[in-house]
T-cell receptor, first 116, second 111 residues
């Protein structure tokens, strides 16, 4: 199947700093990528849809200014958690579809963010 | 609002048992239902279902969709400890690229 690479896999940062997470589609082009957040023992919560060359579409309740998304090319989307706080500590996962809506979504390895 | 609900939330079985995981959905413009297995990190794809009544199989896993009753089941026969994971189902709509995930079922298989 298609490969989605996410980096870093784990990051620890201090409160108040910003953290950037990268999501790359390695063997296909993805005009759309998705960012999810997952708390322990809970399901994936969609945060935003990242669109290449345009603004991201955020889900209700997700702060646009806090979770900055940039989709600068067909193979790269980035999520920046700005002014991180301990409550932002979570598992962040990106996904992308290699084709249209009839194809499955492939996931990156996820990034475990710990804010201390 | 689109919604996906899975049951049970957790399940503990012994190796060799057969399990059935349930996924019900309430969506407008349903297009597809997907099953994923999540162990420690990112979910891995299992099945995508778009048509009612057609079973998809992969080894000991199988899944079927009922579009009239709005649910899907995932069966695992002769379970093994390696089947221990969270199983997620997700629905995709016609008018959107995004997937809405269910709550997940945590399966634990003991020797």
């Amino acid at each position: 199947g298609a490969v989605v690479s996410q980096h870093p896999s784990r990051v620890i940062c201090k409160s108040g700093t910003s953290v950037k997470i990268e999501c790359r589609s390695l063997d296909f082009q993805a005009t759309t990528m998705f960012w999810y957040r997952q708390f322990p023992k809970q399901s994936l919560m969609l945060m935003a849809t990242s669109n290449e060359g345009s603004k991201a579409t955020y889900e209700q309740g997700v702060e646009k200014d806090k979770f900055l998304i940039n989709h600068a090319s067909l193979t790269l989307s980035t999520l920046t958690v700005t002014s991180a706080h301990p409550e932002d500590s979570s598992f962040y996962i990106c996904s992308a579809r290699a084709g249209g809506r009839d194809t499955e979504a492939f996931f990156g390895q996820g990034t475990r963010l710990t804010v201390v | 609002e689109d919604k996906v609900v899975q049951s049970p939330l957790s399940l503990v079985v012994h190796e060799g048992d057969t399990v059935t995981l349930n996924c019900s959905y309430e969506v407008t413009n349903f297009r597809s239902l997907l099953w994923y297995k999540q162990e420690k990190k990112a979910p891995t794809f299992l099945f995508m279902l778009t048509s009612s009544g057609i079973e998809k199989k992969s080894g000991r896993l199988s899944s079927i969709l009922d579009k009239k009753e709005l649910f899907s089941i995932l069966n695992i026969t002769a379970t093994q400890t390696g089947d221990s994971a969270v199983y997620l189902c997700a629905e995709g709509g016609y008018n959107t690229d995004k997937l809405i995930f269910g709550t997940g079922t945590r399966l634990q298989v003991f020797p």
